[in-house]
């Protein structure tokens, strides 16, 4: 793979949270960045953001020459990216080309089918993401020691292998090289299986007989476990739908999983009465949940993610009306820039605890400034 | 229900994460703890933490004199329940007792078999916990907000509830008083099938054939998703056979769930080939991810419940000392209280944007005061 310097014109095609984040990063850099989305107010807010210039028509009649861009990142769901594609090809918006669909191999297929020329594009797909989407979730750290996958197909050249790689790099994601096929195999397994699994338990929870009092009893691991199921469902059935065969796999085997220890528990007779459970169907749940922490142990840590290391400084304060204009405002007194906040606030309560987050050195001149002011703070 | 003072003095029985952190909790509220726990290390922490004095034995010969303690707390695991309360009932520890155990109708009926004075003793279940466990994890605010099930026997004395509630409100947690039966149902649902349905997914990532590669593509959706799984394999093991045909049940409605995801899936052809997937399984999938996030949307958020419909108002802030407080002495000027605030920001961004979310009617306020103020403001 040949060296390549990091672009210095990129065209970032859709400005939901993906293609805004990677502008975000990519201007960091440097790089010239120009946008465009169907949704004229998101790509409105992404250029408020900071994240680039706006290109009045996809085709970039009124942006920098045909050609004059490097590379073109198209940031659009699965089954728009062959028709994109062969669109931006067409009018010669950029040399290379890449995407960012989690789904690899029917991406690719739709592209040959459409006439693309293949020789420039890579296959690409950042493992990154958050519950929200649209420009104002975006961030320029999205990708941070994050990996992004890279599928070339036979045809594609070297070049623009390593023009997608300097991207990737550029954005602080480690290029991750593979085919379209192994690719689409492995994201079955660590995020398509798990959203339709966490789906399908939180179908339980909208059942009409579940009463509210019992979702009442809800606590943090209800909620984390469930948390990716809110995905956008037309984007969702689409990548499950790309990715059909792999997919169905894993969830084949997670259903008989769970049918087994169901069966198990059930054949356990006196609970909630005196008898002792059955000493097998213990060993047998046992076996699962340990199969299930060994899994979850080879889940890599955050390597050089987010480097946010905040100190958390958290202050009671009473719910009325210019109670946080009074705490920002002695914050700002003390010269102390707040990173993030927090409201923890239980309903009914007078009280509530903001938690403030700033830079470490900062924490002591803000828990002095605070507790001046009368607030009780503490760290 | 006869109302009922703070407990004056507590004996926790069960120095760990839930025990150590109600200590904490009624500590602060000025209430006298004794602690006891089979690991003395544990227990000597929690002393440290400020949790309470040591009882040397359980029977509490060396702490106050018998019945000195209006009510203790029985932080043990399920399967000790019973014989723990038999012998601290018959040493007359306190006047009112009260567990922890997730499992409620195997506890009060292995508690009956045992003998125990069933009119003294309120079977209970905090919903709160963290992924780490034991004293050092203990926080005070542990229990805030959270529901705390009381399930009362028929026999229970109102006395013994209204004390427990006492206790329960001192610690910051919301009583939510039901049967034991209708309990597990509920805890089967929204806690102990999402355990196994966590852990059979992540079993997944167990096996031998998947390289580490495959784990390397893992997002921050698959680390949510499978966190529960972490926890202790024989407590786990515990509570699941000791709810063994509620949580049967609902594991059944999952399996069978993904079965059918995983037969519709497969009987689609031609992904990863140029053929247009099946609509009808698209339907299928689309349909299951609905309610999925129906599910979700009715897991109640931390203001207490998808009642609170908050409008959320974006802007775009400048990265500087004095910018929120700018922001937020303006809202306060225009009368209007903001309810919660989120700082998207990415780090070297010299612009961010705060989401401040008010109520519905206060919006039009605050937005036509943040426009006045010369902030890119939108609903």
């Known amino acids: 793979m040949t060296e390549a310097p990091c672009p210095r014109q990129v065209v970032v095609i859709g400005a939901g949270l993906i293609g805004t984040s990677a502008a975000l990063a990519l201007r960091r850099g440097g790089t010239g960045v120009w946008l465009w989305d169907a949704d004229p107010a998101a790509v409105a807010l992404a250029a408020d953001l900071g994240a680039g210039q706006v290109l009045g028509t996809i085709d970039g009649s009124d942006g920098p020459a045909p050609g ?28 290379w080309y890449t995407d960012v669909a989690s789904v690899k191999a029917m991406t690719l297929a739709r592209a040959r089918e459409a006439g693309c020329d293949i020789s420039r ?18 961030r320029a750290d999205l990708f941070l020691g994050r990996a992004w996958a890279l599928c070339p197909a036979p045809e594609t050249s070297e070049a623009a ?18 085919d379209a096929g192994t690719h ?33 009893l809800a606590g943090q691991g209800l909620r984390d476990a469930t948390r990716i199921a809110v995905g956008d469902v037309d984007l969702w059935t689409q990548i499950l739908t790309g990715n059909a065969a792999p997919v169905a796999a894993v969830l084949a085997e997670v259903a008989a999983g769970l049918a087994d220890a169901a069966r198990v528990l059930a054949g356990i007779t006196g ?19 340990e199969q299930g922490r060994a899994g979850v142990a080879r889940i890599p840590g955050k390597h ?8 958390a400084v958290q202050v009671v304060i009473s719910d009325r009306p210019g109670e946080l204009a009074r705490l920002f405002t002695a914050a700002a007194e003390a010269g102390v820039n707040i990173e993030d906040v927090g409201i923890e606030h239980s309903p009914g309560q007078p009280v509530g605890v903001a938690e403030l987050s700033v830079r470490p050195d900062s924490a002591g001149a803000l828990i002095a400034a605070l507790a001046a002011g009368g607030w009780p703070v503490r760290r």
Do not use: I, N
């Not at 198209?74 to 040399?95: C, K, T």
């Not at 390593?162 to 480690?174: D, I, K, L, P, R």
């Not at 079955?188 to 009092?213: D, K, T, Y």
């Open 68 to 95: 004059r861009c490097d590379l073109a990142l198209l940031a659009v769901p699965p089954a728009e990216v062959a028709p994109v594609l062969a669109r931006a090809q067409r009018a010669g918006l950029a040399r």
């Open 121 to 138: 594009y890579v296959p690409g797909h950042p493992l990154a993401g958050r519950e929200r989407s649209g420009p104002a979730a975006a």
């Open 161 to 178: 292998v390593a023009a997608v790689t300097s991207m990737v790099t550029a954005c602080g994601a480690e290029p991750v090289v593979t």
């Open 184 to 216: 689409d195999r492995w994201v079955a397994l660590v995020s398509h299986a798990p959203h339709v699994v966490a789906a399908a338990m939180a179908a339980q929870l909208s059942r009409p007989s579940v009463p509210p009092e019992a979702l009442a």
């Open 271 to 289: 609970s909630g009465s005196p008898g002792a459970p059955a000493p097998e169907a213990g060993k047998h749940l046992a076996l699962l949940l």
């Open 304 to 311: 050089g993610g987010p480097a946010r290391a905040f100190t």
